[in-house]
């Protein structure tokens, strides 16, 4: 898969920084010690950062044409409050307990040019973040928020972050953020999360889901 060669494209990298900083550190016969062991350290903490790269590299996947990302189910707890289980492509299930009258999904997203992208390049994801909202804007400016990460870069290291700071200099490689619009929670709904090069997309597969959709247009 294209993002697992990046990943392991960096992480050697990152070993090879690493016995480098290594070999730096032991090696005999320089007069300045200080240089030495200051260069060593450097390096290895240059070693521990590409490595950290490979392993946020590593937590997004590769998207070939639309795809589910993910299906989101609804239990109502009471009046404005639901447990979601949120099961991923992989089949990694979570629960949340959302507040409100509405659900969104969002993600991470990282898009080649398209000259790399006709070479067969794909756009990678990472689902970022499940949030609950309020119809009333009232409740949504004073009620209880929630809101949950879905995903975390290792000790700082975010690429997509780093990208999607200075992309506008990067002309091969995007970082995007995408959302599903905000959809009505219902007891038992169950719904699909699909991602394409527009972004994410959200789909009722039942009847309760279909019955919430309806009533929001």
Do not use: C
């Amino acid at each position: 898969m294209l993002y697992d060669g990046i990943a392991i494209a960096v992480a050697v990298i990152g070993g090879l920084l690493l016995i480098a900083a290594l070999k730096t550190l032991f090696r005999r016969g320089w007069l300045l010690s200080w240089l030495k062991g200051s260069l060593g350290i450097v390096t290895l903490m240059l070693a521990a950062i590409v490595g950290f790269m490979a392993l946020d590299v590593f937590s997004y996947t590769e998207l070939l044409e639309e795809s589910s990302v993910a299906t989101i189910s609804f239990e109502k707890l009471e009046e404005q409050r639901y447990r979601a289980v949120l099961v991923s492509a992989d089949g990694v299930e979570q629960q949340y307990e959302l507040r409100g009258d509405q659900w969104q999904l969002d993600a991470r997203i990282f898009k080649w040019s398209p000259t790399l992208a006709k070479i067969g390049f794909k756009p990678g994801y990472r689902l970022d973040r499940l949030a609950g909202r309020y119809y009333s804007l009232e409740e949504e400016r004073f009620g209880e928020r929630t809101v949950y990460a879905l995903s975390h870069s290792q000790q700082g290291v975010d690429v997509w972050r780093w990208f999607k700071a200075i992309d506008h200099n990067v002309p091969w490689l995007d970082a995007l953020y995408g959302s599903a619009t905000f959809v009505p929670m219902n007891d038992g709904a169950l719904f699909e999360v699909s991602l394409s090069n527009t972004g994410l997309l959200s789909r009722p597969l039942n009847e309760p889901a279909k019955v919430a959709t309806r009533r929001w247009q």
